[in-house]
């Protein structure tokens, strides 16, 4: 069984190959706004030892995954990968959740300067949603697309793009909704711009040059509030599934 990483202490250097826990780790602590050194004292690590986990491959001990997933305010499983495959909304509901409205300045902050959303577009079989990586910038969202790939039907028309998240373990989550005139980049000034401030390529890989702006002239969020934790074995959650769209790589 691995050992505990005791504070202070750094594993001997090995394979230098960054492993799944570490790209989460990292992932987490970048959307918390942590860095290293206040994970590791929210931890009781030392942060050299966070740097080696975030680095390579490792396999840590049960309790101090336990710390880890507190410090990032997340859980073991998800640090794990063990709801990589599941969609989320699984959990039940809670016995007293409610329904809050978000403030457009609530809404701007969780969508955050970037990440992965949804964007809503009518093809010619129909309407459909694409997940796609987007960067927020000057209150506008942006994404990259192919130019004859289905995301690119938003130029030139109201669009309505929607990001959330979910808690399974706590049944809580939020969704932000962006709905505004959406217009292709075709200058090369603003395209450098773009890519200069992009965060990452898009996942889907390939021949993805063509950035879509969405000016929105709505924006509005829900969170899920929930004033006691204990959910009610009864409550099997049966409005979860009422407004499910299928969805597929765009």
């Known amino acids: 069984m691995p050992e505990e990483p005791q504070p202070g202490s750094v594993p001997p250097e090995s394979e230098r190959v960054k492993g799944d826990i570490g790209r989460r780790v990292v992932a987490r602590r970048e959307e918390l706004g942590l860095s ?19 680095e ?13 997933a507190d410090a990032l305010e997340t859980t073991v499983e998800e640090l794990t990968g063990g709801t990589t495959d599941l969609p989320s909304g699984l959990g039940r ?4 959740a409610r329904l809050a409205d978000l403030s457009p300045a609530q809404c701007r902050e969780l969508l955050g300067t970037h990440g992965v959303g949804r964007v809503a577009v009518t093809t010619g079989s129909g309407p459909a949603i694409f997940p796609v ?10 994404f990259r697309t192919g130019p004859e790939a289905p995301p ?25 909704l962006v709905v505004g005139a959406a217009r292709a980049v075709t200058d090369d000034e603003t395209v450098r711009s773009l890519d200069e401030k992009a965060y990452s390529t898009p996942w889907a890989g390939g021949d993805r040059h063509l950035w879509v702006v969405l000016t929105p002239h709505r924006l509005t969020g ?4 929930v004033d006691d934790q204990d959910a009610d ?8 599934g009422d407004d499910q769209v299928g969805r597929s790589g765009g």
């Open 36 to 54: 290293r050194e206040d994970v590791a004292a929210r931890s009781g690590s030392a942060p050299g030892y966070i740097q080696y986990m975030e």
């Open 56 to 68: 390579h491959t490792s396999t840590p001990g049960m309790g101090f995954l336990l710390r880890l």
């Open 93 to 96: 509901a809670a016995r007293h």
């Open 133 to 142: 990586n987007y960067l927020v910038t000057d209150g506008d969202l942006a």
């Open 152 to 176: 690119a039907h938003a130029a030139g028309s109201d669009t309505a793009f929607e990001v959330d998240h979910i808690d399974d373990a706590l049944s809580r989550g939020w969704s932000v």
């Open 222 to 225: 829900r969170r899920i509030i």
């Open 233 to 240: 074995p009864n409550d099997q959650g049966d409005d979860q």
